[in-house]
């Protein structure tokens, strides 16, 4: 118990109290042991307690801190009506850790204008876990430094008789106490405190693969840090410093990359025992196994958030192999370490260093290896003065090289329509009918037309009427032109095809019985043989593709069949298609297959001629600097 002067800051703005002396404290040993034989949460036994001391010492303001699962809870009692002084609450809390690190109970004496005041705090001890579970810390009013040294008495009786009571509960009850042992610090944070006393990352791996070379009597120990999914040999126990490309060393970091992408331990060894752990399958640690004259090997990964950070291996000699509990042992302890050396990672870099390690790595790395070096080399040469052939891949669908139109000849009832798109049909196959019975009816009128002037004309010439038997005459013969127009029609009402092909437009189903207009398009027939296609060049490649160019192409639907092109035809325009600019090329197609259908959709690959190649990989990225910066 310790009692000290605090001169800052002043009390001159906490009001004027009636002080108690300690010698009219009210006794609560009954009232604690009532409090401990209360059957609730250790935290709600405490702050009922907290409530009985602040009452008891009359206390401007209270702290109550306890450590439960490893985190510290508070409760602050603080009516800002008595205390208004935040320089005095950060006193209370920096008192508060001072008796809680140190176990001892504490007070601070603040001299005032009207009476003096004090901050006292004592720790709660867990005597079941023998450690700190927490503090009490409270600002009363004094009447000098005895009368502070003994409330703080006051209190620390009263903790310790609280402590004891519930030490005793928990005995007689059979309960374990509800508050983790914090004397000593978890294992991760001793970790962490061990990795500050080293230099760097490097430092930290050395002094852990020497530390657990010889407390698990190994010959040799070793870890690996992950960088990009593969594992990287940072300290070997024994060697001051690491060649990587030697054989001990690659085989280590292969035999840790097995175990980074198996996810758990792996050991491989020679013995007969039945109890030891299975050395079954992992070829890359056999292997390792026998390089070493069959000493025992075995590698542990470090996980933190279930994430693989790192990978520990160890050697031992082939007359000492691994006990299962001896791998159980080292993976617990190497797991502390991995919050530590996840912070030497991210700590020991600097921003421009990870920027220069990973650019070291990507560029010097494949030059490690004379062929490999040679490769890269031969590589680059090609990519900067090689050239290749340039065929830009454009979207084309299938079209017919000649669409017959079939119109309607003349204002008529649509009466039949057998045929629609799909249909295959022959060279002069009716396609269509127009209803000619008002034709027909009229072709008959006609006729009888004729025959009643042939008649009247007869009649004329005999009667030697020559001028009436003339007029009778013509009239004749324009009933026989009216009567072949109509005659004509009646042919022309079955519409038929002229050619072998397919419809590939139109349905006159649901207009049988509707008047069709003289010129209206009804179907559309394709020749069976004579397709082309119809290549969309994106406008940014357009001056590249020229009439002449060849090349071949691939429908979607049939992929593997590909068939040869020549460009005929490019439009000097360009047209908006889903959004783009592009310019319509035709191409006649090479030897033409019976799967090809009109409308078909498909890529077509451009023999534009030779490129270099660094242009190829690049021209897109440097056209679209050059129009964005006007370069």
């Given at each position: 118990?310790?009692?000290?002067?605090?001169?800052?800051?002043?009390?001159?703005?906490?009001?004027?109290?009636?002080?108690?002396?300690?010698?009219?404290?009210?006794?609560?040993?009954?009232?604690?042991?009532?409090?401990?034989?209360?059957?609730?949460?250790?935290?709600?036994?405490?702050?009922?307690?907290?409530?009985?001391?602040?009452?008891?010492?009359?206390?401007?303001?209270?702290?109550?801190?306890?450590?439960?699962?490893?985190?510290?809870?508070?409760?602050?009692?603080?009516?800002?009506?008595?205390?208004?002084?935040?320089?005095?609450?950060?006193?209370?809390?920096?008192?508060?850790?001072?008796?809680?690190?140190?176990?001892?109970?504490?007070?601070?004496?603040?001299?005032?204008?009207?009476?003096?005041?004090?901050?006292?705090?004592?720790?709660?001890?867990?005597?079941?876990?023998?450690?700190?579970?927490?503090?009490?810390?409270?600002?009363?009013?004094?009447?000098?430094?005895?009368?502070?040294?003994?409330?703080?008495?006051?209190?620390?009786?009263?903790?310790?008789?609280?402590?004891?009571?519930?030490?005793?509960?928990?005995?007689?009850?059979?309960?374990?106490?509800?508050?983790?042992?914090?004397?000593?610090?978890?294992?991760?944070?001793?970790?962490?405190?061990?990795?500050?006393?080293?230099?760097?990352?490097?430092?930290?791996?050395?002094?852990?693969?020497?530390?657990?070379?010889?407390?698990?009597?190994?010959?040799?120990?070793?870890?690996?840090?992950?960088?990009?999914?593969?594992?990287?040999?940072?300290?070997?126990?024994?060697?001051?410093?690491?060649?990587?490309?030697?054989?001990?060393?690659?085989?280590?970091?292969?035999?840790?990359?097995?175990?980074?992408?198996?996810?758990?331990?792996?050991?491989?060894?020679?013995?007969?025992?039945?109890?030891?752990?299975?050395?079954?399958?992992?070829?890359?640690?056999?292997?390792?196994?026998?390089?070493?004259?069959?000493?025992?090997?075995?590698?542990?990964?470090?996980?933190?958030?279930?994430?693989?950070?790192?990978?520990?291996?160890?050697?031992?000699?082939?007359?000492?192999?691994?006990?299962?509990?001896?791998?159980?042992?080292?993976?617990?302890?190497?797991?502390?370490?991995?919050?530590?050396?996840?912070?030497?990672?991210?700590?020991?870099?600097?921003?421009?260093?990870?920027?220069?390690?990973?650019?070291?790595?990507?560029?010097?790395?494949?030059?490690?290896?004379?062929?490999?070096?040679?490769?890269?080399?031969?590589?680059?040469?090609?990519?900067?003065?090689?050239?290749?052939?340039?065929?830009?891949?454009?979207?084309?669908?299938?079209?017919?090289?000649?669409?017959?139109?079939?119109?309607?000849?003349?204002?008529?009832?649509?009466?039949?329509?057998?045929?629609?798109?799909?249909?295959?049909?022959?060279?002069?196959?009716?396609?269509?009918?127009?209803?000619?019975?008002?034709?027909?009816?009229?072709?008959?009128?006609?006729?009888?037309?004729?025959?009643?002037?042939?008649?009247?004309?007869?009649?004329?010439?005999?009667?030697?009427?020559?001028?009436?038997?003339?007029?009778?005459?013509?009239?004749?013969?324009?009933?026989?032109?009216?009567?072949?127009?109509?005659?004509?029609?009646?042919?022309?009402?079955?519409?038929?095809?002229?050619?072998d092909g397919t419809i590939i437009r139109g349905d006159m189903r649901e207009q049988l019985g509707q008047v069709v207009s003289k010129g209206t398009e009804l179907l559309q027939v394709a020749p069976t043989d004579g397709m082309k296609i119809q290549i969309k060049i994106p406008e940014s490649q357009a001056n590249l593709v020229k009439t002449g160019h060849e090349g071949y192409f691939a429908a979607s639907s049939n992929p593997s069949d590909r068939h040869r092109f020549k460009i005929t035809k490019i439009t000097p325009s360009t047209q908006l298609i889903n959004g783009s600019n592009v310019v319509m090329a035709e191409a006649e197609i090479s030897g033409q297959a019976d799967w090809m259908r009109s409308g078909m959709s498909g890529y077509a690959k451009v023999r534009t001629g030779w490129q270099p190649v660094w242009w190829i990989l690049g021209h897109r990225v440097f056209e679209g600097l050059k129009l964005r910066f006007w370069l």
């Amino acid at each position: 118990m310790a009692v000290q002067t605090h001169q800052q800051p002043n009390s001159s703005s906490l009001p004027p109290t009636v002080t108690r002396s300690s010698a009219e404290l009210p006794p609560i040993d009954a009232q604690i042991d009532r409090l401990a034989n209360i059957d609730q949460d250790f935290r709600e036994s405490y702050a009922q307690l907290f409530t009985l001391l602040r009452s008891n010492l009359d206390a401007l303001w209270g702290l109550l801190e306890i450590m439960v699962s490893g985190r510290t809870v508070s409760r602050e009692y603080n009516p800002r009506e008595k205390l208004d002084s935040e320089a005095l609450v950060d006193m209370a809390y920096a008192l508060s850790l001072e008796a809680q690190m140190d176990s001892v109970s504490r007070a601070k004496l603040i001299p005032g204008q009207s009476s003096n005041y004090a901050v006292i705090s004592c720790p709660i001890m867990d005597l079941d876990a023998r450690c700190v579970a927490g503090t009490i810390t409270l600002f009363v009013s004094v009447q000098g430094k005895d009368d502070a040294g003994e409330k703080l008495g006051y209190l620390e009786n009263a903790l310790t008789r609280f402590s004891q009571q519930m030490s005793t509960q928990s005995v007689a009850t059979g309960t374990a106490s509800q508050t983790p042992a914090t004397a000593e610090p978890p294992a991760e944070l001793t970790a962490i405190i061990k990795a500050t006393q080293c230099e760097d990352l490097r430092g930290l791996c050395f002094s852990l693969v020497n530390g657990y070379c010889q407390k698990f009597g190994c010959t040799k120990t070793s870890i690996g840090i992950v960088e990009n999914n593969r594992t990287r040999v940072y300290a070997i126990s024994g060697m001051d410093t690491l060649i990587e490309n030697s054989p001990a060393v690659i085989d280590i970091q292969q035999s840790q990359d097995e175990c980074l992408d198996y996810g758990s331990p792996i050991v491989v060894q020679k013995s007969d025992r039945i109890d030891l752990p299975p050395s079954d399958g992992f070829l890359i640690h056999q292997k390792w196994h026998q390089n070493t004259a069959a000493a025992a090997v075995a590698s542990v990964p470090i996980k933190v958030d279930g994430e693989i950070i790192a990978v520990f291996s160890l050697e031992r000699s082939v007359e000492n192999p691994f006990e299962a509990a001896e791998l159980a042992q080292v993976e617990k302890s190497i797991q502390t370490f991995g919050p530590a050396i996840t912070m030497m990672v991210k700590s020991s870099l600097s921003l421009r260093q990870i920027a220069k390690e990973k650019v070291k790595r990507l560029l010097l790395r494949p030059f490690e290896n004379r062929v490999t070096s040679l490769c890269v080399i031969a590589g680059l040469a090609f990519i900067i003065l090689g050239w290749l052939p340039y065929r830009p891949t454009i979207p084309c669908t299938i079209e017919p090289a000649n669409v017959n139109h079939v119109v309607a000849p003349f204002d008529g009832i649509l009466a039949s329509a057998p045929l629609f798109a799909g249909d295959e049909i022959k060279k002069g196959q009716v396609l269509l009918k127009l209803d000619t019975r008002e034709l027909e009816m009229e072709q008959q009128s006609v006729a009888a037309q004729i025959r009643a002037k042939e008649v009247a004309r007869n009649a004329a010439m005999a009667e030697r009427k020559k001028s009436e038997a003339s007029v009778l005459d013509a009239e004749v013969e324009a009933l026989r032109v009216e009567q072949s127009i109509v005659r004509k029609k009646i042919q022309l009402a079955s519409l038929r095809s002229r050619m072998d092909g397919t419809i590939i437009r139109g349905d006159m189903r649901e207009q049988l019985g509707q008047v069709v207009s003289k010129g209206t398009e009804l179907l559309q027939v394709a020749p069976t043989d004579g397709m082309k296609i119809q290549i969309k060049i994106p406008e940014s490649q357009a001056n590249l593709v020229k009439t002449g160019h060849e090349g071949y192409f691939a429908a979607s639907s049939n992929p593997s069949d590909r068939h040869r092109f020549k460009i005929t035809k490019i439009t000097p325009s360009t047209q908006l298609i889903n959004g783009s600019n592009v310019v319509m090329a035709e191409a006649e197609i090479s030897g033409q297959a019976d799967w090809m259908r009109s409308g078909m959709s498909g890529y077509a690959k451009v023999r534009t001629g030779w490129q270099p190649v660094w242009w190829i990989l690049g021209h897109r990225v440097f056209e679209g600097l050059k129009l964005r910066f006007w370069l």
